[in-house]
């Protein structure tokens, strides 16, 4: 069923890619869980929608060239900043960025795809995914971003950790927690912005957050629930594209659904475990 990816060269920056965000989009998803900023990656994703809208517009009026991936990219990392200076704004209500800059990305994204003169065939890969969108460029960016993000969470694990389960020990610690909030929110942009050629900018989110439910179930420790996250990011990345490609779908919905499948399959064999335990209890109480 890999012979097609292997054999053609699209279909390898594809598959490649998709490996590449099955890795950083749940090991950034841990941490986005754990500090329960889940919606984020929605606000951010449809600025990111805006960015590759303006892309089009101006690729389409004024002919720049300018590649949506990187206007994509460019409008995800500005608003992932804006996030943080509002809930620097809004000290005691600070989820109350997460929904201004979603409308905000939302009510730009209509604007530029109307001035683009609607949805066309770019968009709508942009919007669900491609299997055949990937370019050479994209694959060797997408990996420079995977590479600096593996590197950061690398380089400040201690200080992500600490800040995500207990901010006023971290700052107390000596942590500069307003400079590592905007690394990760800037950090959560990149990853979004990098997964949309294969998930969907409308369903990158999903991939940053179901396999870490999943794996929540399984994990006895934050390591251990990096771990599963990857590794059934990696099953629904890989499921989901073959899928995608024998049945002419869209991957960022197969690939949704496999994370949902994982979840669901998760949740079923926690629930039955738990039983069982409780069965065997009481038997050995009687």
């Given at each position: 069923m890999l012979a097609d990816f292997l054999e053609y060269d699209f279909l390898r920056h594809t598959f490649l890619t998709g490996l590449l965000i099955g890795i950083i989009a749940p090991l950034l998803g841990t941490f986005i869980v754990v500090r329960r900023l889940s919606l984020i990656a929605d606000a951010l994703s449809h600025v990111t929608l805006a960015g590759i809208a303006f892309g089009l517009f101006m690729d389409k009026k004024f002919a720049l060239g300018i590649a949506p991936l990187y206007s994509g990219m460019g409008f995800s990392v500005l608003g992932s900043i804006v996030i943080e200076k509002l809930r620097r704004v809004?000290?005691?209500?600070?989820?109350?960025?997460?929904?201004?800059?979603?409308?905000g990305g939302v009510g730009l994204s209509v604007i530029f795809i109307a001035l683009a003169n609607g949805f066309n065939t770019d968009l709508f890969n942009y919007l669900f995914g491609s299997v055949s969108a990937v370019s050479r460029t994209d694959f060797y960016s997408i990996l420079g971003i995977s590479v600096i993000i593996?590197?950061?969470?690398?380089?400040?694990?201690?200080?992500?950790?600490?800040?995500?389960?207990?901010?006023?020990?971290?700052?107390?610690?000596g942590i500069h927690a307003k400079r590592i909030h905007l690394l990760f929110?800037?950090?959560?942009?990149?990853?979004?912005?990098?997964?949309?050629?294969?998930?969907?900018?409308?369903?990158?989110?999903?991939?940053?957050?179901?396999?870490?439910a999943a794996g929540m179930r399984f994990a006895r420790g934050f390591k251990q629930m990096i771990i599963f996250s990857?590794?059934?990011?990696?099953?629904?990345?890989?499921?989901?594209?073959?899928?995608?490609?024998?049945?002419?779908?869209?991957?960022?919905?197969?690939?949704?659904?496999?994370?949902?499948?994982?979840?669901?399959?998760?949740?079923?064999?926690k629930t039955?475990?738990?039983?069982?335990?409780l069965t065997h209890g009481t038997e050995r109480g009687h």
């Amino acid at each position: 069923m890999l012979a097609d990816f292997l054999e053609y060269d699209f279909l390898r920056h594809t598959f490649l890619t998709g490996l590449l965000i099955g890795i950083i989009a749940p090991l950034l998803g841990t941490f986005i869980v754990v500090r329960r900023l889940s919606l984020i990656a929605d606000a951010l994703s449809h600025v990111t929608l805006a960015g590759i809208a303006f892309g089009l517009f101006m690729d389409k009026k004024f002919a720049l060239g300018i590649a949506p991936l990187y206007s994509g990219m460019g409008f995800s990392v500005l608003g992932s900043i804006v996030i943080e200076k509002l809930r620097r704004v809004y000290n005691a209500f600070q989820e109350l960025a997460i929904p201004i800059i979603l409308s905000g990305g939302v009510g730009l994204s209509v604007i530029f795809i109307a001035l683009a003169n609607g949805f066309n065939t770019d968009l709508f890969n942009y919007l669900f995914g491609s299997v055949s969108a990937v370019s050479r460029t994209d694959f060797y960016s997408i990996l420079g971003i995977s590479v600096i993000i593996i590197l950061v969470i690398r380089l400040f694990y201690k200080e992500l950790v600490t800040l995500s389960f207990d901010e006023e020990h971290a700052i107390v610690s000596g942590i500069h927690a307003k400079r590592i909030h905007l690394l990760f929110i800037v950090l959560t942009a990149l990853v979004i912005a990098a997964s949309i050629r294969v998930v969907g900018v409308l369903l990158v989110s999903a991939l940053m957050t179901l396999p870490v439910a999943a794996g929540m179930r399984f994990a006895r420790g934050f390591k251990q629930m990096i771990i599963f996250s990857v590794v059934f990011g990696e099953l629904a990345v890989i499921i989901g594209l073959i899928a995608g490609y024998y049945f002419s779908i869209p991957p960022g919905g197969t690939i949704v659904m496999v994370s949902i499948a994982i979840l669901l399959v998760s949740i079923g064999l926690k629930t039955t475990s738990r039983k069982r335990r409780l069965t065997h209890g009481t038997e050995r109480g009687h």
